[in-house]
T-cell receptor, first 112, second 114 residues
Framework: GAGVSQSPSNKVTEKGKDVELRCDPISGHTALYWYRQSLGQGLEFLIYFQGNSAPDKSGLPSDRFSAERTGGSVSTLTIQRTQQEDSAVYLC??????????FGQGTRLTVV | AQSVSQHNHHVILSEAASLELGCNYSYGGTVNLFWYVQYPGQHLQLLLKYFSGDPLVKGIKGFEAEFIKSKFSFNLRKPSVQWSDTAEYFCAASSTGGSYIPTFGRGTSLIVHP
């Protein structure tokens, strides 16, 4: 597609449930990033994929968070046993290896 | 640790005023530098970027930024703001080698009064 696509745009879930967030990057972009943005905060890095290399998971806040990228394209971020502090906007971005990142619209996650 | 600092969290200006938003970074080695803008209800968009060469970078919508290596700064400027510039502005930096993961500042909220 023309840009980075994320789904769903909004997700409300009950505390303790698992959620999956999807990101479809720009075709041909080898790098894919997940960030989260909380109210009044900057962007917090979560995980980075680059080509076929092992992902950089250094930003994941706990072992409840995981992500995969299938076939070097679509990525799924999974949050298990969601907590209220997980409520945020989850942003996906993609780029060529050295270029500026292009962001999707984000998924607004609300844990109630 | 790598970090990006934005000095102004909230800026309020009248139309036609000049704008300068501060950004300082703390990185070892050489860096790539970016400014992103997020208009209300929209996604983050790249305003401009610096990789190498001329330290004065021109971006979209009349914005420019100057890389001053000695000050570890990459301030964003616009000579005359418009109401439509009301948005959140984020500075970001990444290493030129390695993972290229951008680190973002906390953002500056700009409100321009007509």
């Amino acid at each position: 597609g023309a840009g980075v696509s994320q789904s769903p745009s909004n997700k409300v879930t009950e505390k303790g449930k698992d959620v999956e967030l999807r990101c479809d990057p720009i075709s041909g972009h080898t790098a894919l990033y997940w960030y989260r943005q909380s109210l009044g905060q900057g962007l917090e890095f979560l995980i980075y994929f680059q080509g076929n290399s092992a992902p950089d998971k250094s930003g994941l806040p706990s072992d409840r968070f995981s992500a995969e990228r299938t076939g070097g394209s679509v990525s799924t971020l999974t949050i298990q046993r969601t907590q209220q502090e997980d409520s945020a906007v989850y942003l996906c971005a993609s780029s060529l290896q050295t270029g500026g990142a292009f962001f999707g619209q984000g998924t607004r996650l609300t844990v109630v | 640790a790598q970090s990006v600092s934005q000095h102004n969290h909230h800026v309020i200006l009248s139309e036609a005023a000049s704008l300068e938003l501060g950004c300082n970074y703390s990185y070892g080695g050489t860096v790539n530098l970016f400014w992103y803008v997020q208009y209300p209800g929209q996604h983050l968009q790249l305003l401009l970027k610096y990789f190498s060469g001329d330290p004065l970078v021109k971006g979209i919508k009349g914005f420019e930024a100057e890389f001053i290596k000695s000050k570890f700064s990459f301030n964003l400027r616009k000579p005359s703001v418009q109401w439509s510039d009301t948005a959140e502005y984020f500075c970001a930096a990444s290493s030129t080698g390695g993972s290229y993961i951008p680190t973002f500042g906390r953002g500056t909220s700009l409100i321009v009064h007509p």
